[in-house]
């Protein structure tokens, strides 16, 4: 209906659709991904513990944690700093998480984990400042449960003990807090705890924590912060359900928007059309980048954060309209293609054309020298190399001149750039509109040097398009007023011509009679001149039909002498032939051909002086064959020869000769539709007619035409 | 003999005034009609021979009163024209004219073209061709008798014009060089200015079997290659 839409109306179709278009993506990977992240939740457990379990308050709860302080070993339950433990307030700790893990925690069956941290302290400082973490590792399976004795820990003391096939040594005394027996082959924690002696700058704590593994959620929600994976799975579903909610919402605008879409789209292309394809492909790369490989941070996952599925979907529906509505113009709107480009000028132009990109380059040089100096100088100085204050001072100063006049030569660069494609367009019109193609006008950009004569190029074409087809009407216009002149003129003639023919035959009283013969003569004259008009009309208004076929031009003039034997016979001229015996072969209408010379023939009968001699020759000459018809006059030739083939001049001014006058303007006009050349040349009384042909040569005749 | 009756078609009533005048002096009877419709009413009325024919009329023109006649008549149509392109003249023989005279003409030829079509209309009925003789047109060569008649009357030729004629009728459109025909007839290679010889021949030929030998139907020149009789 009505194609001008409001301009905010197509922007906000247009966001609509790429709303739609991301939150699609967004539903679609979200819940793969959540797929993913669902599975691994479910193979590795709630209680999983690749991670950071220490933090995990309800684990920490049943966790012994021990800690040692050199030698002397400090045990409890603890925060992330722990608690300092001595002597019996140790002892109870440590029976109190043994106890506790025994009632809660470790059932039979369960799996045993165990991990050593060493931590380094600052005296007198809670923070952690470094810290060592051995991978949690296997210690064994409880073999009873609710039962007196635990595997793993003594009844009494709390010691640890270790199952038997393991290489672990570890042996802590409750009641005394040191530990017995430590296998510095495993336990390299413990031989970085050694390292830390007591006392002295810096406290060591070497923390040993036990876990059950795969044990599910032990406690109060409150107190029980999520694991990483649970984290990520539980965003993955907030995404997906945001996206869904969003893709409904956005889908619905979108089909109420459904026609300025289009125009949406078309307008998006064009100006998406303008950035280079190489960062259209950064962009994508960046976005699969982001997509799929996660932020260091994150414990989990291999894939990006969810929040970015959807302004990643919007990006990727951008680069796709892009390429749908541009095609592969995208790839000509390319670094590299334009550097192609570059290439193929350079190599294939015009050698003006590589000259001046010659110029180009070497503003290219330019600013890479200054660019790169400039740079060298200032890393140079910034590096410390250059000592003393006003070296350093000088060299500031010319590091950054070099830049600013790196930067000032690209400026340049891209304004001669600018200005030699305008050139280099500007004369492939000028090639266009002199080869007489078809010319595209020019459009250049505002604020070009050049839009002035691109605008005066395109009123030049318009004006010579605009002076073929007035000639062009010109030339139907005459044609058709030949055709109806010449009906119009044929048919009283053919009244005339008969009245006339009955005239003569009564038998008139002398004087009529002799009137009547003279009536009878001139109507057949102008006949022949009506026809001589029409024939010759059609041939200068290029309507003529030329049926082109090779023939023999010596037998052709052979052939038109027989011809008008009896006519050269009742003259008093003598007819003097030099032309070859063997064939001479072109190109024309014989037809017309025979026209062409009857009329130069005719031409020297009516012209030339009693009792002479006219001569034809043909001549051979550079791959030309020329036929010459020489004649001598009967009256003084006084007349310029491009004159004598005008239209209705002769040689005679009063115009008593028989003829119409157009005899040698029908010859050129054949001749030049033949594809031939006609030139008169006058020497005193010497009239000679030239008709030129091209000779084709033996082997350019097609086999059937031989015959 | 009854005369034959001539119907003259033409908007230009001097041109129609001129053609009855010689036409009844050679001995036709003649019906005048000044455009397309009035010359169709003739036509139902009387018994025509032949039509005469303008082809730019008012009312109706030449090419759709051809059409109109040959639904149901087929005596001779002669179109005459003031158009004398090529294309015209196709396109009136194709639609049924029969010949084709360009204006503007001389009466005589217009003459000899009524006989030839009036001849060929009454005398021959149907073409009984065989193998002994060639039809091409008006022209008939039997190649027996060496005789060649035009619209059904013997042509007188010399022996060397029956030998050209009867070469160039065996093959009609095949185009023969000047060298060939001298072979042929005089039976020896080509003399000095055999060229004119033979074009002689050629031209007095014509002026036996063409109406009007100026403009040949029949023995063609083909200039610069040869000379050939046209296939009809």
């Known amino acids: 209906m009505d194609t001008k839409l409001k301009k905010s109306k197509i922007i906000r179709a247009f966001i609509y659709r790429m709303l739609t278009a991301g939150a699609l993506f967004s539903v679609i990977f979200s819940a793969i991904v959540g797929k993913d992240a669902l599975l691994n939740l479910q193979r590795e457990g709630l209680g999983t513990l690749t991670g950071d379990i220490y933090y995990l308050t309800e684990f920490r709860e049943y966790i012994a944690t021990l800690y040692m302080q050199g030698m002397i070993g400090y045990a409890g339950l603890g925060d992330n700093n722990g608690y300092p433990l001595t002597g019996s307030s140790a002892s109870a700790l440590s029976q109190k998480a043994v106890a506790d893990f025994r009632a809660g925690v470790a059932a039979a069956g369960d799996e045993l984990i165990y991990r050593i941290d060493v931590n380094t302290f600052p005296k007198n400082s809670t923070a952690i400042q470094d810290g060592k973490t051995t991978a949690w590792e296997n210690l064994g399976i409880v073999k009873e449960s ?47 705890a050694q390292l830390y002696k007591p006392n002295e700058t810096n406290a060591s704590r070497v923390r040993l924590l036990l876990a059950v593994k795969n044990k599910e959620h032990y406690s109060s929600e409150k107190l029980a912060p999520m694991s990483a994976v649970a984290k990520s799975y539980q965003r993955i579903l907030w995404v997906l359900l945001a996206s869904c909610v969003l893709l409904v919402v956005a889908s619905v605008f979108s089909l109420l928007s459904r026609r300025a879409a289009v125009q949406a789209r078309t307008e998006f292309a064009a100006h998406s059309i303008k950035p280079w394809l190489e960062a259209k492909l950064l962009l994508l790369a960046l976005i699969l980048f982001s997509l799929f490989v996660s932020p260091a941070s994150e414990g989990f996952a291999l894939y990006g954060s969810p929040w970015l599925y959807l302004p990643a979907g919007c990006l990727l529906y951008l680069l796709y309209t892009d390429l749908r509505s541009n095609k592969t113009a995208v790839l000509a709107h390319s670094l590299t293609y334009r550097f192609i480009c570059f290439i193929r000028t350079y190599v294939s132009g015009f050698p003006w054309q590589r000259k001046a990109l010659n ?43 070099l830049i600013a006049a790196g930067l000032l030569l690209i400026l340049a660069h891209i304004r001669l750039r600018r200005f030699l494609r305008d050139v280099f367009t500007l004369t492939r019109g000028l090639d266009e509109l002199q080869a007489g193609e078809t010319y595209t006008p020019l459009a250049f950009p505002k604020g070009s040097l050049l ?79 009506v026809q001589d008009v029409f024939e010759l009309s059609k041939a200068t208004s290029g309507n003529l039909t030329v049926e082109k076929q090779f023939l023999d031009l010596a037998k052709l003039l052979r052939q038109t002498l027989a011809d008008m034997e009896e006519r050269i016979a009742q003259s008093t001229l003598t ?133 | 003999m009854e005369k034959e009756c001539i119907l003259v078609v033409d908007d230009d009533k001097d041109i129609v005034t001129t ?6 002096k050679e001995g036709f009877q003649v019906l005048c009609a000044y455009n397309g419709m009035e010359a169709l009413t003739l036509l139902e009325q009387t018994e025509v021979h032949l039509i005469l024919l303008d082809i730019m009329m008012p009312r109706m023109d030449g090419f759709s009163a051809i059409m109109k006649i040959r639904e149901r008549q087929n005596i001779p149509i002669l179109v005459m024209s003031a158009k004398s392109e090529e294309s015209d003249k196709i396109l009136g023989l194709s639609i049924g004219a029969d010949d084709y005279i360009t204006k503007p003409f001389h009466y005589k030829e217009v003459v000899a073209r009524i006989r030839s079509q009036l001849r060929r209309y009454m005398k021959l009925g149907g073409i009984h061709s065989s193998s ?35 070469l160039l009728m065996r093959h009609p459109g095949r185009i023969f060089s000047t060298e060939e025909i001298y072979a042929n007839v005089w039976d020896e290679p080509i003399a000095y200015n055999g060229e004119n010889t033979v074009m002689v021949h050629i031209r007095r030929i014509r002026e036996k079997i063409e109406i009007n030998p100026g403009e040949p139907e029949y023995l063609k020149v083909v200039w610069g290659i040869g000379y050939k009789i046209e296939k009809k």
């Open chain 1, 575 to 707: 007819f003097k032939l030099n032309i070859a015996s063997e064939p001479v072969m072109i190109e024309a209408d014989g037809e017309k051909l025979y026209r062409i010379f009857q009329n130069l023939i005719v031409n020297a009968l009516q012209y030339s002086l009693e009792n002479s001699r006219v001569h034809i020759q043909l001549g051979i000459e550079e791959g030309y064959a020329y036929t010459k018809v020489k004649n001598t006059s009967r009256q003084e030739l006084d007349f310029d020869p491009a004159e004598i083939v005008e239209r209705f001049v002769r040689a005679d001014a009063s115009r008593t000769t028989e003829g119409s006058g157009l005899g040698l303007s029908i010859v050129q006009s054949f001749t030049e539709a033949c594809g031939g050349s006609f030139t008169i040349d006058i020497d005193a009384d010497m009239f000679t007619a030239c008709v030129c042909f091209p000779i084709v040569k033996e082997g350019e005749i097609p086999y059937d035409e031989k015959s």
């Open chain 2, 19 to 24: 053609l009855k005048i010689q036409l009844e």
């Open chain 1, 359 to 401: 110029v180009c380059i070497a503003t290219m040089f330019g600013i890479l020298t200054t660019l790169g100096g400039g740079l060298w100088v200032l890393y140079v100085n910034f590096k410390g190399n250059i000592t003393g204050y006003y070296t350093s001072m000088t060299f500031s100063i010319l590091g950054t001149l």
């Open chain 2, 132 to 166: 002994d003789e060639i039809r091409i047109g008006r022209l008939c060569f039997n190649f027996i008798a060496h005789t060649l008649t035009a619209d059904g009357e013997p042509v007188k030729l010399t022996s060397i014009e029956t030998k050209i004629l009867e």
């Open chain 1, 451 to 529: 839009s002035q004569s691109a605008t005066v190029l395109n009123a030049l074409d318009n004006g010579i398009e605009a002076a073929v087809e007035q000639r062009n009407r010109s030339n139907r216009m005459r044609v058709e007023l030949i055709t109806n002149v010449s009906h119009d003129l044929k048919t009283p003639l053919t009244s005339i011509i008969n009245y006339a023919d009955l005239l003569c035959e009564e038998n008139l009283p002398a004087p009529a009679s002799e009137y009547a013969s003279a009536l009878q003569l001139k109507a057949y004259r102008l006949k022949g001149m």
């Open chain 1, 146 to 192: 609710g039962n007196v004795t635990y595997p793993l820990f003594s009844q009494y003391d709390g010691h640890l003990l270790l199952p038997d096939d393991t290489a672990l040594c570890c042996y802590w005394n409750g009641y005394d807090g040191t530990l017995t027996s430590l296998s510095p082959k495993h336990f390299e924690a413990f031989s970085a």
